[in-house]
């Protein structure tokens, strides 16, 4: 049993309590969130500098990826870097240790849940461990009518890989560009009442280029990879079937999505990657910041694995406030992934727990650190 307190406790399912303790058992769960200090006994307390808060969601990563840190050429936009992308991932040699070291960052940094995106199984081995909790989003491509039913039986064997352990699985599209109507139409068909779905959604200038006027790089880059017509001339097309779907989607950028075309959606924001990437943010007034999420894309596209340098990055460009940007952090991704133990410092749940030093009036430094308290 352990009493730990900080300047300030952040459970993030109430408002911020000043010298609060929170009671863990030697599992961390929370057994209790106490309001003042004085109602327990000092012996007892392990009193930190800073404010504690839940463990961290990453909500969009791609760990398979991690063996491309540092290979994948900055600011290139979109299409140049998947063109990257793909020719470096001949190479892959090591990939296993990358996962394991990429994981491992991600503890180190108080990450304890993550929406991941799978296009291979490489990942299995490092998730059977249960290091972390994933949501495995088994990822498809596919641009050609006549690949649409082999792209769609891989991923039925992959997704069945993922859920032989136990492992939360869901098959969905890359992106409206990337995927044929007629896949689209297969993916949402097997998506269960209960699945999550993700997407990347407007990442890029020239996806609205390619849905609107069928020009643009994107446009450009299908034509040179001889997708079928059909995939952009089709009614209804992948972007009016994923954006008429009923069930929970989460639209994953929204770089370049005006207001409107984010009403009512669950989304999820990467600045730390839109920098590496098109080297332009999203504008953060936009988004419902009760539901908005945040993940940390690959190391492909970003140097660390942190939500706390992508909540910095947020704070320095919006005007929510801390308590909103922690919510952005851990709860709102542990409700977007249905983590139901993860997310909130509450009684019963075992969320982790971290502490982050150097803030200043309430707001995040280049100086904050962030430390889990039960690792």
């Not at 596919?142 to 032989?164: I, P, R, S, T």
């Not at 034509?223 to 008429?244: F, G, V």
Request: aromatic share 10%; charged share 25%.
């Amino acid at each position: 049993m352990r009493f730990l307190t900080a300047d300030y406790l952040f459970p993030l399912d109430q408002k911020p309590i000043k010298e609060g303790v929170v009671n863990v058992d030697k599992s961390g769960k929370i057994i209790s969130v106490i309001d003042s200090r004085k109602k327990t006994p000092t012996n007892k307390l392990e009193v930190f500098e800073g404010i504690i808060c839940p463990g961290f969601i990453n909500t969009h990563c791609h760990l398979e990826l991690s063996y491309l840190q540092k290979k994948i050429s900055k600011q290139v936009g979109l299409v140049d870097f998947i063109k990257e992308l793909q020719l470096k991932k001949i190479n892959n040699e090591n990939i296993h240790e990358a996962i394991e070291y990429a994981e491992n960052l991600m503890i180190k940094n108080g990450i304890m849940g993550v929406g991941d995106i799978c296009n291979t199984d490489y990942t299995l081995k490092q998730k059977v461990k249960n290091n972390l909790k994933y949501y495995n989003f088994i990822e498809l491509y596919g641009v050609k009518n006549n690949q649409v039913d082999q792209c769609f039986n891989y991923a039925k064997w992959l997704y069945n890989k993922f859920v032989k352990y136990n492992l939360k699985s869901t098959i969905v599209p890359h992106s409206t560009y990337g995927v044929h109507p007629r896949l689209m139409h297969m993916i949402l068909n097997y998506v269960g009442k209960n699945d999550l779905i993700s997407i990347h959604n407007l990442e890029t200038e020239s996806e609205r280029d390619y849905l609107q006027k069928k020009e643009g790089n994107i446009f450009k880059w299908l034509k040179q990879l001889e997708a079928d017509l059909s995939i952009w001339s089709e009614t209804p097309n992948s972007y009016e079937l994923i954006n008429n779907f009923n069930k929970q989607i989460i639209f994953v950028h929204n770089t370049f999505a005006k207001k409107i075309e984010v009403e009512n959606k669950l989304c999820c924001t990467c600045p730390k990657a839109n920098l590496f990437i098109e080297g332009v943010l999203p504008s953060y007034d936009k988004f419902d910041k009760d539901t908005l999420c945040v993940g940390t894309d690959s190391l492909a596209s970003n140097e660390n694995l942190s939500i706390l340098e992508e909540l910095l990055i947020i704070q320095n460009n919006s005007t929510y406030c801390l308590n909103t940007l922690l919510k952005i952090g851990c709860l709102n991704g542990a409700k977007a992934l249905k983590f139901n133990s993860l997310g909130s410092i509450t009684e019963g749940k075992n969320p982790g727990l971290n502490l982050i030093t150097n803030i200043k009036n309430f707001k995040l430094t280049n100086e904050s650190v962030v430390k889990p308290l039960l690792n």
